[in-house]
């Protein structure tokens, strides 16, 4: 795979770039040896190494990701009942290796990993799936969110708190349910 790091010679001043693994973009001011210093939307300076960085071009996806990171999910087994099924979508239970994946590519492992535990929960007539999305900043709760949305006979909420924490949806199969109602 080739890496999208970011050339420090073809910058210019105003140029969008982002933070690899962080939720943080900016314009660039400039570059001291092989650090690079950008102001974020809030007008705070950061300073990043120039590996750490990206285009922000590269960060709006213009690319698929590689097929087969996508579809190495590592826990495909579901250890519960057919009443209820856990899944894991930190990304180390989803993808064998993140290594330059960029955070796109992150959410897209794990979403796919969601839908097709949706896929096979729904095939498989199970009640209840707990998809263990983790707090975070929310935005891989945002997105499984608006999956879910999409999704008929299904009612969604958060998990049980006591067991999941903040960090968990379950998603009802109504359908499957309906006759214990």
């Known amino acids: 795979m080739t890496t999208l790091m970011i050339r420090i010679d073809l ?43 990206i285009s922000q071009e590269d960060f709006e996806f213009n690319t698929e990701p590689p097929i087969e990171q996508i579809s190495s999910s590592k826990n495909r087994k579901y250890p519960n009942g057919t009443d209820e099924w856990i899944v894991d979508l930190h990304l180390h239970e989803v993808v064998d290796y993140t290594r330059n994946m960029t955070n796109y590519e992150k959410v897209l492992a794990q979403l796919e990993h969601a839908k097709s535990a949706l896929e096979d929960a729904e095939k498989k007539r199970v009640k209840k799936l707990i998809l263990i999305h983790g707090v975070g900043k929310g935005k891989l709760k945002k997105e499984i969110h608006k999956l879910l949305n999409e999704q008929a006979n299904i009612n969604f909420h958060d998990a049980d708190y006591q067991r999941f924490g903040y960090g968990a949806t379950e998603v009802v199969f109504y359908k499957f349910t309906s006759a214990l109602m």
């Open 11 to 53: 910058l210019k001043k105003g140029d969008k770039i982002c933070v690899l693994d962080e939720d943080l973009c900016g314009e660039f001011a400039f570059a001291k040896a092989e650090k690079i210093t950008f102001i974020c939307e809030h007008g705070f300076e950061h300073t990043r190494s120039a590996n750490q960085l």
